[in-house]
């Protein structure tokens, strides 16, 4: 039983599309994430919800606008799309808001790929 | 400079040999240090976390912190071709995850 899962897992879209990615945990924590990683396999946090409230949200353009509905879903909505957002995007979840002795799970991505 | 920095690699050892994977970083605050393990085309997965400084072991794996030099290690002994990953450090002083940008690892049969 998949315990966070995103949705879809490949998606290729041209330039000046909007898209979503849909995450969903079953773990019942109370934070979930979205991550980037590029094509270094450089993870880059983008945006991270406690209870459906923003707390983390990093240095991204605000094409990118994500939602959650209840603390069990993370949405990633992408306006515009430009050949750079080719990537890798991680949902994930955790039972704390803080990062110390705190056990991050990882949905198994999607990829995305802006043509 | 990056406040974690982690060599990519890749790393190629033949199944049996020791394994080190080291990150090194410059925030003294740090002290939840952690291990990811990530299939391709997987997420990542937890592997190994300390708290300040100190060794921890399970299994094959072992991790060590040194503080006073700033440099966390994971050592795999007896390795195998399904260790065969990227291997990612992460660390926080409290309410973020800084990560490394990830070793790749070959073990070969």
């Known amino acids: 039983d998949t315990a966070v899962s995103q949705t879809p897992k490949y998606l290729v879209t041209q330039m000046g599309n909007d898209k979503s990615i849909k995450c969903e945990q079953n773990?019942?924590?109370?934070?979930m994430y979205w991550y980037k990683q590029d094509s270094k396999k450089f993870l880059k946090i983008m945006f991270s919800?406690?209870?459906?409230?923003?707390?983390i949200n990093e240095t991204v353009p605000n094409r990118f606008s994500p939602k959650s509905p209840d603390k069990a879903h993370l949405n990633l909505h992408i306006n515009s799309l430009e050949l750079g957002d080719s990537a890798v995007y991680f949902c994930?979840?955790?039972?704390?808001?803080?990062?110390?002795?705190?056990?991050?799970?990882f949905g198994e991505g999607s990829w995305l790929t802006v043509v | 400079q990056k406040e974690v920095e982690q060599d990519p690699g890749p790393l190629s050892v033949p199944e049996g040999a020791i394994v080190s994977l080291n990150c090194t970083y410059s925030?003294?605050?740090?002290?939840?240090f952690m291990w990811y393990r990530q299939y391709s085309r997987k997420g990542p997965e937890l592997l190994m976390y300390?708290?300040s400084s100190g060794n921890k072991e399970d299994g094959r794996f072992t991790a060590q912190v040194d503080k006073s030099s700033k440099y966390i290690s994971l050592f795999i002994r007896d390795s195998q071709p399904s260790d065969s990953a990227t291997y990612l450090c992460?660390?926080?002083?409290?309410?973020?995850?800084?990560w490394g940008a990830g070793t790749k690892l070959i073990i070969k049969p």
């Open positions: 300390t708290y």
């Open positions: 773990l019942g924590h109370d934070t």
């Open positions: 925030n003294s605050a740090f002290q939840y």
């Open positions: 992460a660390m926080s002083a409290g309410y973020q995850l800084i």
């Open positions: 919800y406690n209870n459906k409230e923003l707390i």
């Open positions: 994930a979840s955790s039972q704390e808001v803080t990062a110390s002795g705190n056990t991050i799970y």
